[in-house]
């Protein structure tokens, strides 16, 4: 399949991508509509999820695997995958100290009014930008589609796109931090803490600048492309 043109992959992204421009248009107006409801009718019933970072002492849980005569397993924090350990067998050290766990997850409960509002919000303002930034990426492709990628305004959208990523990661992280110190300090748990830790996604805001250095290069292309027109 050819990249740009008519029946082509840029076109089929095209249609993804306005397809995914109508759905997230209907979920906006959901959450509006959840807003608008909230002010009249008592969230009796409903449920909030929100994102909520906390501890485990690894030490209450004994995991044990009898097919395989495993009777001393421990689960181990960190980034998951193989490796291998020298660990000390007396009696003393046993399989050695297990250190607490660092768990991201969710928390759902039914909310106060303000919750809900505060959230349904959030919600709003993040899907307000994502339907800004498929509208733009949907006005790139459509220019692929016809054949003609390096027009002026190209440029700027893709410019745009790129800062649209690294702000939405920034108020992404910043927002987690905040509903996971609204946690902390409202809700506890038998065995386990609540904390609040910073939650930055580096690879996003490391594609956020290639996006911005592709944003240059097609403004080159089109100073190119310009150029070129005018010579012919």
Known sequence: ????????????????????????ALGLVLMVCVVVASLFIEPSGWKVTIPVSFTVDARNYRVTAPSLGVEDAQIVGGISG???????????RGLGRADPLHVRGSLRFPPQRGALVGNAIVLIVFLSLALWVLGLLR?????LRDGQ???PINATRIRWIGLAVIVTEVARSAMVF??????MTHFTAEGLHFDARPDVNVFA????LIIL????????????????????
Do not use: C, H, Q
């Not at 399949?1 to 997230?24: I, P, Q």
């Not at 193989?82 to 003393?92: A, H, I, R």
């Not at 006005?139 to 220019?143: C, E, I, L, N, Y």
């Not at 592709?214 to 403004?219: G, K, S, W």
């Open 1 to 24: 399949m050819k990249a740009m043109g008519k029946r082509s992959m840029s076109s089929f992204l095209t249609v993804l991508l306005s397809v995914g421009w109508y759905a997230v």
């Open 82 to 92: 193989f490796g291998f350990e020298s660990v000390g067998t007396s009696p003393s």
């Open 139 to 143: 006005a790139v492709f459509r220019t």
């Open 149 to 151: 990628p390096f027009v």
């Open 178 to 183: 905040f509903e996971n110190y609204y946690a």
């Open 205 to 208: 805001i490391i594609l956020g």
């Open 213 to 232: 250095v592709i944003a240059e290069v097609f403004r080159i292309g089109a100073r190119l492309d310009e150029d070129l027109s005018l010579t012919v």
